[in-house]
């Protein structure tokens, strides 16, 4: 290994090859749900620096580990406890290569943060819309790796769609040059969707080529109170139609998720309406005007009332409103980490079936497990929920968790699973789902990814034990 | 191969198992350019079947070429001249088998004629978007095989990005039922991705859930003369910041390609704008009204008109000059083949590229082959041409295609790759492009590509020769 470690050295040069002192922030997961001990933590900064490191473990038989922000949340991208992976770090990549705006494009290196990319794309006149929580740290390599989705999916769709073309370096150190700013290229296999999600297990992506979209000259966020999860569906109907591509988010929020980030927040007024079961956030950007969208969302809301699919909404009046309110959306996560330790769920189903799953699923665990309280939000636009099981009022959070994880887990995903959902719908699976998806997914659909992974990584070498299991 | 034939009839019936007679239908490709010969025409009526057929074909080592509606213009479904390998056409499996309108999704068979499904989810009050000239009767499994383009990609992507799940038989005969509504999963690697546009060398899609959008309130077409491709390339980033996700098609069509239309279709009144290189034709759809749609579409040709990116143009007043003046742009091809033989480039270029990247190989094709005349059109708003050699007026076509096809190939291939292109943007590979995508694909992609094909489908049964020589 020591000889390792001095080609390494010379490779990215001695102060780039982490092995002593506190590695913790490249070694334990963002969740704290594993820790891990490396070989070393390399930090290459350049793609011909990459590529050498990946020939260099594997002609020692080192498996690496590829990182981007570190905010993964099923412990994908930290290194076993072993001691003998590689961490390979790409934060040091961070340049915005090329923005083409003719050509509604921006490449961009794995390490770029989210938010720098998202406000390179803006200086220049564009939106850039992957949006999600962590993107003040997470970097638009883990974003591809793990295909993320985040709050504007409804209308741009998941990394995946937002991505063109990737520069990559396969597990046995060559560089696919697979940068294109192309929207048709009808060339050969979907090289570029294969390692988008495959969550570092394949290659290390070092770069791509995103979408740019114009900036839209409004954006407005309205609030809506709904007496039932079927009509919060009727509700996103209606929007489809009357905002067309106009909708950009449509979020859903439990009233039991709103009264924590009441109770443990209550500087953010959480607006009253607290007679309904959920509310619903909907986003409308516009391509004409404030006064437009105004209008636009005004007549939704309006025939949605009169129909009776919502009981009571407000739309922000300016951008202070508008960020107050996703700003409650974004803080249920933190609320329940207040309230203490839960069991996260990251689920999706039909949009259509949703509601009848969320029916039997509650009834389900209310009548497996005493005093389950449920924390219900997400995506709905995009049948995306997160599904969140919190420990009965007064007890022992952890002891809970001990007792009753395994148990929730498996009651969930076979719900999941009978409504013809995923149990991962924007999380991916890591090494935290490993498992689970070995019972969930299709033994046809295993097979071909273990075909596929054997026939790109034969060594096994790149991030073994996430995604599957070889 | 008697006891093959033996069994296939077992599997789908004596009448659906064609061995005499003319099968020219099932054997020539579309454009005429290969001859065929089968050792039969199997067409199943449901899945299980198909994994029947594939499953004794590769017992007996008989190679298969699935089949859609035979529309594709690179020879990619149909047999070889051998004798021995079996067509399968999936064009008994045709039924629409669901809508969820609360999810926007179809579930369709694979050989359902994308007008069946376009016209069930329009009675059904969506949208669904893929158009392309061969509709009528092209198949969806023929478009998910080849990743089909068309005219709407500007606002809604390629058939990949229109398809959410796939029902495949695999090349040993499994059913994958990757049929999934879902618009998040991330539980592995993306399978669907993979088959899709792989042209039948992986396996066989048999169904697939697809996207539906809301049926737009109005629909509006123009036709805008432009001073240059440079202009046109202008009017399309004034239109993106317009119309926003309005813009649902933006083509371009060279003056040439306009005046044989003229000359061959004289009824079809092409607007008079002679003295330009070039026009343009722009789609906005609109979710509020056929009056909203009219002023965004005067306000974005004023604008154009001001900057100087547009001289002169006009809006259709009604549905019926809407009609016409695509059609004026669907006769293109029609119009060169009245011309004569002529060879086709179905070329994409990073849109901001496009304009240096016609001046360049202009010339050289002007200064290396005396009187060749060029017909440019295509869906400028992808990037995606169709840039066509039509032979020198009054020469012998055929004698021209002889000896100046292979060089013209290249000249144009060697300069789309100059400019960062593709040599095959919406059409695919097949059989006619395969010798081409080996010398303009990248060894990496080619390794990764040839590692993919034998860990799927080691025994190279499935559509062999085509995309890939192995």
Redesign the interface.
């Known amino acids: 290994m020591n000889h390792l470690i001095e080609s390494l050295r010379r490779i990215v040069g001695p102060a780039n090859v982490l092995t002593e002192g506190d590695l913790s922030a490249w070694e334990n997961d963002w969740r704290k749900r594993e820790r891990g001990k490396s070989l070393a933590v390399i930090r290459p900064g350049a793609t011909k620096e990459v590529a050498d490191v990946v020939r260099a473990c594997a002609a020692a038989g080192v498996s690496i580990v590829p990182q981007g922000g570190n905010t993964g949340l099923v412990a994908g991208s930290t290194p076993d406890a072993s001691g003998t992976q590689v961490v390979l770090s790409l934060q040091r990549m961070n340049a915005v290569r090329a923005i083409?705006?003719?050509?509604?494009?921006i490449t961009v290196e794995a390490g770029c943060v989210l938010q720098t990319l998202q406000e390179a794309a803006e200086r220049a006149g564009f939106l850039f819309p992957l949006s999600l929580a962590a993107e003040g740290s997470c970097t638009i390599g883990g974003n591809l790796g793990?295909?993320a989705?985040g709050t504007q999916?409804v209308?741009y769709?998941?990394t995946?769609?937002l991505c063109l073309g990737l520069e990559v370096v396969?597990a046995q150190g060559?560089?696919?040059?697979?940068l294109?700013?192309?929207?048709?290229?009808?060339?050969?296999?979907?090289?570029r969707?294969?390692f988008?999600?495959?969550e570092g297990t394949?290659g290390v992506i070092t770069a791509a080529t995103m979408k740019l979209?114009?900036l839209?000259s409004a954006r407005l966020t309205a609030w809506a109170a709904v007496p039932s999860l079927d009509a919060a569906?009727t509700l996103?109907?209606l929007a489809?139609?009357?905002?067309?591509?106009?909708l950009t988010g449509f979020e859903v929020m439990g009233q039991f998720a709103l009264s924590l980030v009441a109770c443990h927040f209550p500087q953010q007024r959480v607006p009253l309406f607290q007679d309904v079961p959920y509310c619903v956030l909907l986003e409308n950007?516009?391509?004409?005007s404030q006064a437009h969208a105004r209008a636009?969302f005004e007549r939704l809301l309006e025939t949605a009332l009169e129909s009776g699919c919502v009981s009571d909404a407000v739309v922000a009046e300016n951008l202070t409103q508008a960020h107050q309110l996703w700003h409650i959306r974004e803080s249920i996560p933190l609320a329940q980490a207040e309230e203490g330790l839960n069991i996260k769920h990251d689920i999706?189903?039909?949009?259509?079936?949703i509601p009848e799953f969320v029916r039997v699923t509650d009834a389900l665990l209310a009548r497996e497990i005493a005093g389950v309280r449920l924390v219900n939000f997400g995506?709905l636009g995009?049948?995306?929920l997160h599904y969140n099981v919190q420990a009965p009022e007064g007890g022992d959070a952890s002891v809970f968790l001990r007792e009753q994880e395994a148990r929730i887990n498996t009651l969930v995903f076979d719900s999941v699973q009978a409504f013809?959902?995923?149990?991962?719908?924007?999380?991916?699976?890591g090494s935290l789902?490993v498992d689970k998806?070995e019972h969930?997914?299709?033994p046809?659909?295993?097979a071909?990814?273990r075909?596929?992974?054997?026939?790109?990584d034969p060594q096994n070498l790149m991030n073994p034990g996430r995604?599957?299991r070889m």
Chains 1, 2 share one sequence.
């Open positions: 083409d705006a003719a050509n509604l494009t793990t295909n989705g999916v209308r769709g998941n995946r769609e396969t060559e560089v696919w040059e697979g294109s700013g192309l929207r048709k290229d009808n060339t050969g296999y979907d090289l969707d294969l988008i999600g495959s394949l979209y114009p839209p569906v996103l109907g489809h139609r009357h905002l067309g591509a106009g950007s516009d391509h004409e636009q999706s189903i039909p949009v259509s079936r995506h995009d049948g995306n013809g959902g995923s149990i991962s719908a924007e999380h991916g699976v789902k998806l969930h997914k299709s046809v659909a295993l071909m990814m075909a596929v992974k054997r026939a790109l995604v599957l």
